[in-house]
């Protein structure tokens, strides 16, 4: 079979060496499509591709169209918001996440996302410590126990919102279940995104969420841009001269805010959470191996696609 790693944001070199001899050991051939600079070049790479590792890459019904041999992708991440579910599972098509094996790197940028904007994105002045400083965690999956993990370590108070998890696991792990996101936002200095962007979470976050924030509250996304309601984020920066946001993604007017809110918004040049060697080994190799069992055995382990 033909795996196709599809990556306009490569992985690091030993992530795809691993990738290869993963693939080729269980009798598979890699093709690799690296820094590509048009959608063209994707449809062109995956004509002839039975499997196909991607990253953030749009996986659109034009590329599964395109994709006459494919029977299974795998994106090497947790968020699947990139893919067209619909034109794959209409097709037959498997699609697989790799859930855990980013998020120890998303976490750490969160953490020191929080610190670089308590410290005036390291320029001269006076900034402050999280030590002592509260952060709410929206959405406790992986990463948000990470999260949750790291910032109790640095002696940061913890409160979590997740509907679908259990307040006993909040608890368990020293983080205070929040009754509600509105309590949450209302008692946390910090907030850190985690939610994934689905047409439930999609710009719900938002003026009436951001203005119940304390004092200097800093909102921190390395979550989604979709999940940002942009307008009222504007609003409410506007509205209250003391917020703060902080993004690993982009606003759509990202500039504009810039221009407007100088350091009190800060976005990294490109995403850079699952940027680590670690990150991208972790979730490349496993990719590799999903797909190497899946033609092996059939094991749809991981399948985020309806069958
Ligand atoms: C994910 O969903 O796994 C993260 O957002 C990382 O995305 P990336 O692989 O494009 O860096």
Do not use: W
């Not at 200097?216 to 989604?224: E, P, S, Y």
């Amino acid at each position: 079979m033909k795996i196709l790693v599809a990556t306009e944001k490569p992985f690091a070199a030993a992530a795809v060496s691993g990738i290869k001899e993963i693939a080729q050991a269980g009798g598979h051939d890699v093709a690799l499509l690296e820094k590509y600079t048009s959608p063209e070049q994707l449809l062109k790479a995956v004509a002839d591709a039975d499997a196909l590792i991607v990253r953030s890459d749009k996986v659109t019904r034009e590329v599964v169209n395109a994709a006459k041999n494919l029977k299974i992708v795998v994106r090497a991440g947790a968020g699947y918001d990139n893919i067209c579910l619909d034109a794959c599972t209409e097709r037959g098509i498997v699609v697989m996440n790799t859930p855990g094996q980013n998020s120890n790197a998303v976490a750490e940028l969160a953490i020191a996302m929080m610190i670089f904007m308590s410290r005036n994105c390291f320029t001269p002045g006076t900034g402050s410590e999280i030590k002592g400083k509260k952060v709410g965690i929206q959405a406790f999956g992986n990463v948000g126990k990470l999260v949750a993990a790291k910032a109790r370590a640095l002696g940061m108070e913890v409160m979590a919102f997740d509907p679908f998890v259990d307040s006993s696991v909040m608890e368990s792990e020293g983080v205070t279940p929040a009754a509600s996101v509105e309590e949450m936002y209302a008692a946390c200095d910090f907030i850190s995104l985690h939610i994934p962007a689905t047409p439930q979470t999609k710009e719900s976050i938002g003026y009436d969420l951001l203005t119940r924030m304390p004092a200097g509250g800093c909102l921190v996304n390395t979550a989604r841009k979709e999940v940002i309601n942009e307008a009222e984020l504007e609003k409410a920066l506007a509205d209250r001269p003391d917020l703060k946001y902080i993004t690993d993604i982009s606003a759509v007017h990202q500039a504009e805010l810039d221009e407007k809110f100088g350091k009190r918004v800060f976005a990294t040049p490109k995403k850079m959470g699952a940027e680590t060697a670690e990150a991208n080994i972790n979730a490349g190799l496993a990719a590799a191996r999903q797909i190497v069992e899946y033609f092996a055995t059939g094991c749809t382990r991981f399948q985020v696609n309806a069958r």
